[in-house]
């Protein structure tokens, strides 16, 4: 089945700085990446998605790459501000049963 | 508003006892998914439904069992066959297309051994 990893596990970054976290997936068939943030005790909520036929997306100060033959997945977070900080998860689907595999989530500080 | 609810926010158990945590979406979504979540191990497939009256186990399903009645609600339970149950426990939900458009997550239920 697919396998997600995820890296760095912590990461800090200076408030205004960029920050990158990097996910690989196995599967070729995985066609959907979301990306989830989630802040304390609370629920992860669904940040930016993208999907197979698209190589890079981006919202506002996030953007998401995709790198089909790598298979892997970045998110970008540039000009961070303290209320980036909280714990983030990507994900990969193949999209057949619907069930989404997550990494094991990177939580981000931001230093003033 | 649309969304998901997880009641209670804060569980308390005795060692033995059985303790429900129920899941509501009013999302009109087909597909509802159970998660537990410790420090460290992201988050680990508990059970899922695709449909009503019909589940599946995820990863980690010895000690828990679900219910799937009605599309709108899919309640966990921990049994005390569950040697460790003390977590964070999300309930999440989606539209149960083919081509995923991701979950939405409920606000969590931790639950405590005492």
């Known amino acids: 089945g697919e396998n997600v990893e995820q890296h760095p596990s912590t990461l800090s970054v200076q408030e205004g700085d960029s920050a990158v976290i990097k996910c690989t997936y196995s599967?070729?068939?995985?066609?959907?990446f979301p990306w989830y943030k989630q802040e304390l005790g609370k629920g992860p909520q669904l940040i930016i998605d993208?999907?197979?036929?698209?190589g890079e997306k981006k919202d506002q100060r996030i953007a998401v790459t995709l790198n089909k033959t790598a298979k892997h997945f970045s998110l970008h977070i540039t000009e961070t501000q303290p209320e980036d900080s909280a714990v983030y998860f990507c994900?990969?689907?193949?999209?057949?049963?619907?069930?989404?595999?997550f990494g094991k989530g990177t939580r981000l500080h931001i230093l003033p | 508003d649309g969304g998901i609810t997880q009641s209670p926010k804060y569980l308390f158990r005795k060692e033995g006892q059985n303790v429900t945590l129920s899941c509501e979406q009013n999302?009109?979504?087909?597909?509802m998914y159970w998660y537990r979540q410790d420090p460290g191990q992201g988050l680990r497939l508990i059970y899922y439904?695709?449909?009503?009256?019909?589940?599946q186990k995820g990863d980690i399903a010895e000690g828990y069992s679900v219910s799937r009645e009605k599309k709108e609600s899919f309640p966990l339970t921990v049994t005390s066959a569950q040697k460790n149950p003390t977590a964070f426990y999300l309930c999440?939900?989606?539209?149960?297309?083919?081509?995923?458009?991701?979950?939405?997550f409920g606000s969590g239920t931790r639950l405590t051994v005492v």
């Open positions: 999302l009109n979504h087909d597909a």
């Open positions: 993208i999907r197979s036929n698209v």
């Open positions: 994900a990969a689907s193949m999209g057949r049963d619907d069930k989404i595999i």
């Open positions: 599967d070729s068939a995985s066609n959907y």
């Open positions: 999440a939900s989606n539209s149960g297309a083919v081509f995923n458009y991701g979950y939405t």
């Open positions: 439904s695709q449909i009503v009256n019909d589940f």
